[in-house]
């Protein structure tokens, strides 16, 4: 297949059919990164910038505990977060993917409806659901199982896994879902045939087999949760910050651009470590190419 | 011979429409039994259900004398080779042969041992490191009956298992099948829409038509004595004509099929005059030339088409009012160059007995 792909035109045209492209990655995403990389080197004075070429930001970053550790946890929040959406994204996929075609479509619809609002609006719903005179507390209350409203549900790391599960999910849910669609039934019913319980069939088949759609998913989500900023900033409290949330500040209120360049390049680097370690497992071209 | 496999009033309808209806049959213990029928007929279906892919609307399976019924298909001493093989992509040949002895714990020694003998049977050997996706579908086809032999089932149940492979395969396919057959001694039961696959390997031949069957046989007698006029149509060629019984030269029976055209009706049948008949004749039975016996039907016609097939030839006669009629031209006419022309005039006949006849059936 992939032989029958690279014959045709492929070498005739590909310059001006990439232009477009290679254009679009070029002006939006080399040259910003670029810039960050070349700021992260300059020194912030008085009320802006000053050319130089320094190492004083790494040493700053690195000295400092605060952007090393909230880098940690926000690595740990992320991995913890989407482990979650994809435990729980699989067997929604599954059991969407079981459904006749019609039912199926009428499904993804519904997963597809929250993006219909903005997502600020939608992690906000989480604080009069969860907050002390929110409506659990209420039904604690009510029914007498607790005396005085639980302060636990908002405004710690818990909130901010539960927001990130909440708005990620259709992420992990999509592509699982083309990889489920794509496995043909009869090598499950083949399984079993053999003697596989269901257990074994998900176990040995379809995950297996749905490896795709899960990594995908999980690439996804880990990039969208690790670089989080209205989650923890609306549910986060002051315990569930995360690294993204502190990059606006030194941007604006802290005036040190140069090292926000910094502690940017290293969310970025961060990040692109997490992918390729994920891409060597499969390799991503099987993720976002054939899966 | 004792049956292995019992099945008793076994029906599967999805909503009002039934696809398969209250079928009964014995399976005898390691028969090769062929189950055909043109598509949407119910045949695999009925597989399924013996699989346990699909619960039965009702009726019973009973395998040596026990309901299987309540068994989940991972429990059943049964096994299927799929339709287009659904060999597990993410695992070599040896990995999918030896995946049903790993679900049923036999230690890895033996798994080795079994696997490699398997492959042997199936002239594999030695592709256990292969990948399956390098294989060609014929060896594909292999690794698929190896993975369900290799358990050693009590039923071992096919599903147009030659389906997708080309004729040359199809045919080598065949012979191997009967011979893997007779070496394992294992059951088969066989699901395929092709008649010829099924003369060519089948003990036994269950024709299938509408979710029932119309006749469970020998091979040779499905064909030689089909049930009814479906089986007569479908197992094997066969000219077909209608008519009406009318009585002719005292008590002889004859069919008049058109105006001035009457064939002779072989005298074993129940026949009447006034009943509508279709009458069947398989074209291999048909006789071109000159030839006349007291016991045959005699026709002349005009010859329209020559199909050159090799060893034979196959005329096509038109009659007097638009009958057509298929003759086989022997391989000995071919070899001396006997093959009429078309546009020649002809006098063809068949011995009356050849006749196959049944009182027309609404449908």
């Not at chain 2, 196959?314 to 160059?337: D, H, K």
């Given at each position: 297949m992939?032989g029958?792909?690279?014959?045709?035109t492929?070498?005739v045209?590909?310059p001006?059919?990439?232009?477009?492209?290679t254009?679009?990655?070029?002006?939006?995403?080399?040259?910003?990164?670029?810039?960050?990389?070349?700021i992260?080197?300059?020194r912030?004075?008085?009320?802006?910038?000053?050319v130089?070429?320094t190492?004083?930001?790494?040493?700053?970053?690195?000295?400092?505990?605060i952007?090393?550790?909230?880098?940690?946890?926000?690595?740990?929040?992320?991995?913890?977060?989407t482990?979650?959406?994809?435990?729980?994204a699989?067997?929604?996929?599954?059991?969407i993917?079981?459904?006749?075609?019609?039912?199926?479509?009428?499904?993804?619809?519904?997963v597809?409806?929250?993006?219909?609002?903005?997502?600020v609006?939608?992690?906000f719903?989480?604080?009069?659901?969860?907050?002390?005179?929110?409506?659990?507390?209420?039904?604690?209350?009510?029914?007498?199982?607790?005396?005085?409203?639980?302060?636990?549900?908002?405004?710690?790391?818990?909130?901010?896994?539960?927001?990130?599960l909440?708005?990620?999910?259709?992420y992990?849910i999509?592509?699982i879902?083309?990889?489920?669609?794509?496995?043909?039934r009869?090598?499950?019913y083949?399984?079993?045939?053999?003697?596989?319980?269901?257990?074994?069939?998900?176990r040995?088949?379809?995950?297996?087999?749905?490896m795709?759609g899960?990594?995908?998913?999980t690439?996804?989500?880990?990039?969208?949760?690790?670089?989080a900023?209205?989650?923890?900033?609306?549910?986060?409290?002051?315990s569930?910050?995360?690294?993204?949330?502190?990059i606006?500040?030194?941007?604006?209120?802290g005036?040190?651009?140069?090292?926000?360049?910094?502690?940017?390049?290293?969310?970025?680097?961060?990040?692109?470590?997490?992918?390729?370690?994920?891409?060597?497992?499969?390799?991503?071209?099987?993720?976002?190419?054939?899966g | 011979?004792?049956?292995?496999l019992?099945?008793?009033?076994?029906?599967?309808s999805?909503?009002?429409?039934?696809?398969?209806?209250?079928?009964?049959?014995?399976?005898?213990?390691?028969?090769?039994?062929?189950?055909?029928?043109?598509?949407g007929?119910?045949?695999?279906?009925?597989?399924?259900?013996?699989?346990?892919?699909?619960d039965?609307?009702a009726?019973?399976?009973?395998l040596?004398?026990v309901?299987?019924?309540?068994?989940?298909?991972?429990?059943?001493?049964?096994?299927m080779v799929?339709?287009?093989y659904?060999?597990?992509?993410h695992?070599?040949?040896?990995?999918?042969?030896?995946f049903?002895?790993?679900?049923h714990?036999?230690?890895?020694?033996?798994?080795?041992?079994?696997?490699?003998?398997?492959?042997e049977?199936v002239?594999?050997s030695?592709?256990e490191?292969?990948?399956?996706s390098?294989?060609?579908?014929?060896?594909?086809?292999?690794?698929?009956?190896?993975?369900?032999?290799?358990?050693?089932?009590s039923?071992?149940?096919?599903?147009?298992?030659?389906g997708a492979?080309?004729?040359?395969?199809?045919?080598?396919?065949?012979?191997?099948?009967?011979?893997?057959?007779?070496?394992?001694?294992?059951?088969?039961?066989?699901?395929t829409?092709?008649?010829?696959?099924?003369?060519?390997?089948?003990?036994?031949?269950?024709?299938?038509?509408?979710?029932?069957?119309?006749?469970?046989?020998d091979?040779?007698?499905?064909?030689?004595?089909?049930?009814?006029?479906?089986?007569?149509?479908?197992?094997?060629e066969?000219?077909r004509?209608t008519?009406?019984?009318?009585?002719?030269?005292?008590?002889?029976?004859?069919?008049?099929?058109?105006?001035?055209l009457?064939?002779?009706l072989?005298?074993?049948?129940?026949?009447?005059?006034g009943m509508?008949?279709?009458?069947?004749?398989?074209?291999?039975?048909?006789?071109i030339?000159?030839?006349?016996l007291?016991?045959?039907?005699i026709?002349?016609?005009?010859?329209?088409?020559?199909?050159?097939?090799g060893?034979?030839a196959?005329?096509?006669?038109?009659?007097?009012?638009?009958?057509?009629?298929?003759?086989?031209?022997?391989?000995e006419?071919?070899?001396?160059?006997?093959?009429?022309?078309?546009?020649a005039?002809?006098?063809?006949?068949w011995?009356?007995?050849?006749?196959?006849?049944?009182?027309?059936?609404?449908?």
């Amino acid at each position: 297949m992939a032989g029958k792909r690279a014959s045709s035109t492929a070498w005739v045209l590909p310059p001006l059919k990439l232009l477009p492209g290679t254009a679009f990655l070029v002006l939006f995403l080399v040259v910003p990164i670029a810039l960050l990389l070349v700021i992260s080197f300059w020194r912030s004075s008085f009320g802006g910038v000053k050319v130089d070429w320094t190492l004083v930001n790494y040493e700053r970053l690195l000295s400092r505990p605060i952007y090393l550790e909230l880098m940690i946890k926000s690595t740990r929040i992320a991995f913890t977060a989407t482990v979650l959406t994809i435990l729980v994204a699989f067997p929604f996929a599954w059991w969407i993917a079981s459904k006749p075609p019609r039912r199926r479509a009428q499904l993804v619809f519904l997963v597809l409806i929250p993006f219909w609002t903005s997502y600020v609006v939608r992690t906000f719903a989480w604080i009069p659901l969860l907050g002390n005179n929110g409506v659990i507390n209420y039904v604690l209350l009510r029914l007498g199982i607790v005396s005085e409203p639980l302060n636990i549900f908002l405004f710690n790391q818990f909130t901010v896994h539960l927001g990130l599960l909440y708005v990620y999910l259709p992420y992990a849910i999509l592509p699982i879902l083309l990889s489920l669609e794509r496995l043909d039934r009869n090598l499950v019913y083949a399984a079993a045939d053999l003697g596989a319980t269901p257990f074994q069939q998900l176990r040995r088949i379809i995950i297996p087999l749905s490896m795709p759609g899960i990594l995908g998913g999980t690439i996804l989500v880990f990039i969208l949760s690790i670089s989080a900023y209205v989650t923890p900033a609306l549910l986060g409290g002051t315990s569930g910050i995360m690294i993204a949330n502190v990059i606006p500040d030194l941007f604006g209120v802290g005036m040190n651009w140069p090292l926000g360049a910094a502690v940017s390049l290293l969310l970025i680097v961060v990040t692109i470590a997490w992918i390729w370690l994920i891409g060597s497992r499969v390799g991503l071209r099987r993720i976002f190419v054939e899966g | 011979m004792t049956a292995i496999l019992e099945i008793r009033g076994l029906a599967k309808s999805y909503g009002e429409i039934p696809a398969v209806r209250e079928v009964s049959f014995d399976v005898r213990r390691g028969e090769f039994l062929c189950i055909i029928g043109s598509s949407g007929c119910g045949k695999t279906t009925l597989l399924r259900m013996i699989a346990g892919f699909i619960d039965p609307s009702a009726g019973d399976i009973r395998l040596d004398g026990v309901s299987i019924l309540s068994q989940p298909p991972y429990r059943r001493p049964v096994n299927m080779v799929f339709q287009n093989y659904a060999l597990f992509p993410h695992m070599t040949v040896g990995q999918n042969v030896a995946f049903g002895m790993e679900m049923h714990k036999v230690d890895a020694g033996e798994r080795r041992a079994r696997t490699r003998e398997v492959l042997e049977i199936v002239e594999l050997s030695g592709f256990e490191d292969r990948s399956v996706s390098e294989l060609s579908g014929g060896q594909q086809q292999r690794v698929a009956l190896a993975r369900a032999l290799v358990l050693k089932p009590s039923v071992l149940l096919l599903d147009e298992p030659l389906g997708a492979l080309d004729q040359k395969v199809r045919r080598r396919m065949q012979v191997e099948l009967k011979r893997i057959h007779r070496e394992v001694g294992i059951t088969f039961i066989h699901v395929t829409h092709d008649q010829e696959e099924a003369l060519a390997m089948a003990d036994r031949i269950a024709v299938m038509a509408d979710g029932r069957i119309e006749q469970l046989a020998d091979s040779l007698e499905v064909y030689s004595k089909p049930a009814s006029p479906f089986v007569a149509g479908f197992v094997g060629e066969a000219n077909r004509f209608t008519g009406t019984v009318v009585s002719a030269e005292g008590s002889r029976l004859v069919l008049k099929i058109g105006e001035g055209l009457v064939l002779p009706l072989p005298a074993t049948t129940e026949l009447a005059a006034g009943m509508r008949v279709e009458a069947f004749v398989r074209p291999e039975h048909i006789r071109i030339g000159p030839a006349e016996l007291p016991e045959m039907t005699i026709l002349a016609g005009t010859v329209r088409d020559v199909v050159f097939l090799g060893e034979s030839a196959r005329c096509y006669i038109g009659l007097e009012g638009g009958v057509e009629v298929m003759a086989t031209a022997s391989a000995e006419s071919v070899t001396n160059g006997e093959i009429p022309c078309a546009g020649a005039r002809v006098r063809f006949g068949w011995k009356t007995a050849a006749t196959i006849a049944f009182p027309a059936v609404a449908r």
